[in-house]
C-alpha cells in the first residue's frame, strides 16, 4: 500500500465514480480500477459495490476511509512542516 493508492481510493470514494475520479486525478480509468483494486487485494476485503452508475462504499470501505483522510491528513500536514522549514 503506498500514499497514491490511498489518495485514489478517497477520490473514487468523495466522487462516487471511477470515471469522475479519474478525470479529477488526470489517470485513465483503467489504470485507476487496478490500482484500488491491488489496494482490495492487499487488505482482503472489498471497499466498493460496483454497479452501473459507479460505486458505493461498503462497510469496511467506509471504516478504511475514515483512516484513509487521517493518513493523508498526517502526510500533507508533514510536507507542509517541511515546506515552512525552509531550505537547509
Known amino acids: 500500500m503506498d500514499i497514491e493508492q490511498i489518495r485514489r481510493f478517497v477520490a473514487v470514494a ?3 465514480s471511477y470515471i469522475h475520479a479519474s478525470d ?3 489517470v485513465a480509468q483503467p ?3 487496478r490500482q484500488v483494486r ?3 487485494v492487499e487488505l482482503r476485503t472489498t471497499l ?3 454497479h452501473g452508475r459507479g460505486v458505493v ?3 469496511p470501505g467506509r471504516r478504511f476511509l475514515e483512516h484513509a483522510r487521517g493518513i ?3 502526510v500533507d500536514a508533514s510536507l507542509r512542516a517541511l515546506d515552512d ?3 537547509e
Open 31 to 33: 489504470t485507476l480500477s
Open 14 to 16: 468523495d466522487s462516487g
Open 72 to 74: 493523508l491528513h498526517s
Open 57 to 59: 462504499l461498503t462497510e
Open 48 to 50: 466498493f459495490h460496483r
Open 24 to 26: 479529477l486525478l488526470g
Open 85 to 87: 522549514g525552509g531550505a
Open 38 to 40: 491491488a489496494l482490495e
